[in-house]
């Protein structure tokens, strides 16, 4: 899946699998654990989740849930972690628990045995903001502990592990539910399903069918699955006895809270026998975006018709049908649809053949699909049209959309058949299905969902509109394109075991976009843009609330909130250094490796890992038992040499640990002294001492250009240049998921070198000097001073990389002054100061065009000579394009006078010609956004909002709407879009976020979004993407401690309705990272733009 981006994503681990028989022993609380080296997912989710509740008990006997102690408890070492929660396991069936908590509440500790059998002892407590476990082991012990070793974790209460002992679960009908836990249980296999699905399109409802082969490993007369919303009429149990086929009638029993039914056979279930449990059912078109659910559109006439179509990841399958709904019960599907003659229904696969089963009605009969997880099925019911073509292995490729826009198709139908034959050749695997569709569902909660066979998209995501769309539209449909179909194998073809593990699907699909468009469409030039991905979810890892790539969840809600930029876009980054690291090839092959390996199967993060391990690095490195060597010739002074390269080692220190290092060069003669540690954007934690990583560290200096690379293993190491060096940079081209703090006069040399020839070193470099400098600001390393100076090259630059980080540098800045109210200001500074910041930063007095901005904002002053250059045209490469649609806005919104005036003219020419005269689609955003300030221009951009048939259109009149500085504009905006009709609900957390950022719509957002938060979680539920994006978006920018309290007395009011989300802790964190900001830095910069120092220049 791709969540929808602001700016504008039969079980094949075999029963007789001995991993999975390793993990059954040990939650059966019996043998001792061996367990692979991968997190178990049932024992994490059993122990390990209740061990981080346990944490918070306190004094009082009080039970506190503590979800952020968990990141902290994901021990750096994965061994540790492993065995933690064995023992848990053992402890809770067999052993009372017996330690007494020494000191009063949060304590905690731990007996193991180590080496030899000797008992020891670790023991920890909570920090008074309960957000952290003071213990910290290091890494680096941790590697090295024996295998054998086994932990007893004991604690003080019995809730560490018996959580799902503490109460028996009630059936609906107040029965007795016979399964407690979250996951189903793993003797029951499904091998086939044959659906029936019958909706009605005019009732809004639908019913069904689910015909589930399965087969039992154990004899069991108990057959857990999932079900949510359904009403179940029926269900049998059919069984075939020699020749003889039998039906016996099953009890259900149901239990929505953990979304799932129990059928009860009157006699146990024979194991290896092949049984049919056939269940008939009901329920109503999901008024949401989830599951089985309605879409509406308008055509060209006015009239709204109604769809069908479905969603079902992570867990929204059984909202369609009961099913085993975990991605590793993979297994066949046949489709059957029922529809009226004048709809049309698709599926996974082609459609076979269609009868008539009554008057009116017809039923499609899909063929049977490959082998998959129930989270990709999908089908729709609509009036669709479409367009195919023939890829050259002979794959039927079809773009699906409604049929006032199917000629807005054709752009994708294009890309999507040179991305499908790339990705055959790329991973040498055809694409095993007959055909792939591509279809534009007019309500989409997501960006697009890689369903297999049968990929769904947001209209805005798919179709181009060849006279309005513009360059980022177009960079945006090919990425996301890309990203589905690779998904095609990586997700589809081969499957993560449980959730934990989706990065292993996201970030590679993400990664996949950048490595397959960069060969199909060169002209995007998308090289430019990946380490943009890495400096936004660095924004977010470098917060104490962000998480481990791989991390536990258990609950849907959980789930959901996995599908954060962590899992993409960090994935992503740690592949590419890897990639970077092992050589392009190298790594294909590793890559390949593995998806010939586990096709149609289940993995974990090592799977992929040990398929990389006998791949080697370029260069002239040899493969030895599964570790890599460089040869005596290697150019670098590398550690490989000497000790080989484990992939699987050191890729868990960035799996595993969540976060990423900072790494401190000091140059001292032809030596240079590197030093890792955890980066933090807040004060240094003295108990964050234990985390390493493997840094595959990379530079080049003042005297060669040639990249040098040198892998660190250790907190400090020593690197001997050949001769005295005037600069060097590391982290080449930023491949590295690292900043780099130069010390002593090493950002002097490098700000030199960009103020002298910047050009020196690559765009994506100076980018990252950029990056880096800021960042190193946030966590006191680096003056405001030193950054802001480093900035002032900008005035020079035309490259879109740097451009678009200094953009990123700064103007959050202005975000926070702009949201502080007088009264705040004059608690914490003096006014004419802020007056006077304010008139250097936020607003342009200059007037005329032509002339020169010399009381202008600073970064209007800064990007003048670019901004002057641009043409009002859609002339040159995307890249160029996309630059010119950003500068423009930027002036324009900062009231440039030369901007704003030409913007003012094109705007009145549209206008006058009732919005038919065609605006260069790169400067429509600009123009807009200066038209809607009048009110008369904001009520004709609503109204050209609700005939336009472009979405690309709509996005950005949405936008503009949503920057006016009328308050009562914006708050009927924000009452429209949340009714979902004219403004589809979709769209409401972009509008919401925009004018969440906007200085005169910001409590409004805020206020909006405390007033209606019941039904916000009713429409997009807890732990969603679009959630997230709400709660950041309309808090995290404020930086005062009024803010600050009213944002955490309201989340912390929600109790289980929000305050536990990840979100929440983020922003919160975010805000108080935003106060220390401004009262460190305001009063510097404020002297610092007095200086002047762009005018010297
Ligand atoms: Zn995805």
Not at 480 to 485: A, C, D, N, P, W
Not at 606 to 631: H, K, T, V
Not at 640 to 658: A, P, Y
């Amino acid at each position: 899946m791709l969540p929808d981006s602001p700016v504008r994503q039969r079980r094949t681990v075999e029963k007789t699998s001995p991993q999975r028989h390793t993990q059954r022993e040990c939650s059966a609380f019996g043998k001792e654990c061996s367990f692979p080296p991968d997190p178990p997912p049932i024992l994490q989710r059993r122990c390990f989740a209740g061990a981080r509740h346990a944490f918070v008990n306190s004094r009082r006997g009080n039970r506190r849930l503590l979800r952020a102690a968990q990141p902290r408890f994901s021990f750096p070492g994965s061994r540790l972690r492993r065995r933690a929660s064995c023992a848990c396991q053992e402890g809770a069936g067999r052993r009372a628990p017996r330690a007494r908590l020494p000191l009063p509440g949060l304590h905690f500790h731990f007996l193991f045995r180590g080496r030899g059998g000797r008992r020891q002892r670790r023991e920890g407590s909570l920090s008074k903001k309960m957000i952290s476990l003071s213990i910290k082991w290091p890494l680096a012990t941790m590697l090295f502990l024996p295998s054998s070793l086994l932990i007893l974790l004991t604690v003080s209460t019995r809730s560490w592990c018996q959580s799902s002992d503490a109460m028996s679960p009630k059936a609906s009908n107040g029965t007795p539910f016979p399964w407690e836990k979250m996951r189903l249980p793993e003797h029951i296999i499904p091998v086939h399903y044959d659906l029936l699905i019958h909706a009605n399109l005019t009732t809004l409802t639908f019913e069904g069918t689910t015909e589930i082969e399965i087969t039992a490993s154990q004899p069991t007369s108990t057959i857990i699955l999932h079900s949510h919303r359904l009403q179940i009429s029926k269900a049998t149990l059919k069984k075939r006895d020699g020749e003889r086929l039998s039906a016996e009638p099953l009890t259900v029993l149901e239990y929505p809270a953990h979304e799932q039914i129990a059928l009860l056979a009157p006699e146990p279930l024979v194991v290896g026998l092949p049984y049919v449990v056939v269940i008939d059912y009901a329920g109503h078109l999901s008024e949401h975006l989830q599951g089985f659910y309605k879409s509406t559109y308008r055509t060209k006439e006015g009239e709204v018709r109604v769809l069908a179509s479905t969603h079902f990841e992570p867990t929204a399958a059984r909202m369609a049908f009961p099913c085993f709904d975990e991605p590793a019960f993979k297994a066949n599907f046949s489709v059957k649809i029922r529809r009226e003659p004048r709809h049309l229904a698709i599926s996974n696969m082609p459609l076979v053949k269609s009868v008539t089963v009554a008057e009116g009605l017809l039923e499609d009969h899909f063929a049977v699909t490959v082998k998959m997880s129930t989270y990709l099925v999908a089908f729709i019911i609509s009036d669709f049209k479409s367009i195919s073509k023939m890829t050259k292995s002979g794959v039927k490729v079809s773009i699906y959309a409604v049929p006032d826009k199917i000629h807005q198709a054709d752009y994708a139908l294009d890309t999507a058949v040179t991305l499908l034959e790339f990705y055959e050749d790329y991973f040498r695997i055809p694409y095993p299905l007959p055909k792939q569709d591509l279809a534009a569902i007019p309500d989409f909660e997501s960006g697009a969902m890689e369903n297999w066979g049968l990929t769904t998209y947001r209209e805005s995501i798919l179709l181009f509109d060849a006279e309005k769309s513009s360059a980022s539209d177009k960079l945006g449909i090919t990425m996301t394109v890309s990203h589905e179909l690779a998904h095609q194998w990586f997700g589809n073809l081969v499957t993560m075991e449980w959730w934990n593990d989706l990065w292993l699907k996201e970030g590679f699909a993400k990664f996949m976009e950048f490595v397959s468009v960069s060969v199909t469409h060169p002209e995007l030039k998308v090289g430019d843009y990946f380490l943009g991905k890495c400096f936004d979810v660095m924004e977010l890892d470098a917060l104490n609330s962000s998480h481990p790539v791989s991390t536990a969840v258990e609950n849907p809600a959980q789930i959901r909130e996995m599908f954060d930029e962590v899992s993409y876009k960090k994935g992503a980054c740690i592949l590419n250094m890897l990639r970077d690291y092992l050589s392009a090839e190298a790594f294909k092959s590793g890559v390949v490796r593995y998806l010939q390996k586990y096709s149609y199967k289940n993995t974990r993060n090592e799977d992929l890992w040990n398929s990389m391990a006998s791949i080697c690095p370029a260069d002239d490195s040899q493969s030895m038992d599964g570790f890599c060597s460089r040869g005596p010739h290697s150019s670098s002074a590398s550690h490989w040499r000497q000790e080989g390269l484990d992939v699987k080692t050191m890729m868990n220190t960035w799996t595993l640990q969540k976060g990423f290092p900072l790494i401190t060069v000091t140059v001292r003669g032809k030596n240079v002294h590197v030093r890792q540690e955890l980066y933090r954007k807040g004060p240094e934690d003295a108990s964050e001492t234990g985390y390493l990583w493997h840094v595959p560290l990379t530079f080049i200096t003042s005297k060669s250009d040639s990249i040098q690379r040198f892998l660190l293993k250790t907190k400090t190491d020593v690197l001997i240049l050949p001769e005295e060096v005037e600069w060097i940079k590391f982290n080449v081209g930023m491949n590295g998921y690292y900043i780099v703090h130069y010390e002593d006069d090493g950002w002097d040399s490098l700000t030199g070198l960009l103020t002298v020839a910047h050009t020196t070193i690559s765009s994506n470099d100076r980018a990252s000097l950029i990056n880096n400098a800021f960042q190193l600001v946030s966590n006191g390393k680096l003056s405001i001073e030193k950054a802001l100076d480093l900035t002032l090259y900008l005035k020079r630059e035309t490259e879109i990389m740097p451009v678009f980080q200094g953009l990123n540098e700064l103007i959050p800045m202005y975000k926070l002054m702009e949201k502080r109210d007088m009264n705040e200001v004059e608690n914490q500074f003096k006014v004419e100061a802020f007056n006077e910041v304010n008139s250097y930063m936020l607003v342009c007095f200059c007037a005329g065009v032509g002339r020169r901005p010399h009381h202008c904002a600073f970064l209007i002053r800064l990007l003048s000579d670019l901004i002057d250059n641009q043409t009002w045209t859609d002339e040159g490469s995307v890249s160029q394009r996309m630059l010119r649609s950003q500068l423009l806005l930027l002036a324009c919104v900062r009231k440039y006078q030369p901007c704003v005036q030409r913007a003012e003219a094109y705007f009145r020419e549209w206008k006058d010609a009732d919005g038919n005269l065609s605006l260069p689609s790169d400067v429509t955003l600009a123009v807009f956004a200066v038209g809607v300030q009048d009110p008369e221009g904001w009520d004709f951009l609503y109204r050209k909002y609700q005939s336009s048939l472009s979405s690309s259109e709509k996005n950005k009149i949405e936008f503009a709407l949503s920057i006016s500085q009328d308050k009562d504009k914006l708050q009927w905006l924000l009452e429209e879009s949340f009714k979902g009709d004219v403004i589809k609900i979709q769209e409401f957390p972009h509008i919401l976020g925009a004018i969440g950022r906007n200085p005169v719509g910001y409590p409004l957002a805020w206020q909006f979004l405390r007033e209606n938060w019941d039904k916000l979680i009713q429409k997009f539920e807890l732990g969603s993407a679009s959630l997230t994006y709400m709660v950041i978006g309309t808090t995290s920018q404020f930086s005062t401690r009024a803010r600050l309290e009213e944002v955490k007395e309201f989340f912390s009011s929600l109790k289980e309705k929000g305050s536990q989300l990840r979100c929440v802790q983020q922003t919160i964190e975010t805000i108080g990272e935003n106060i220390r900001w401004m009262d460190k830095n305001f009063e510097k910069i404020r002297v610092w733009l007095q200086s002047e120092k762009l005018e010297l220049l």
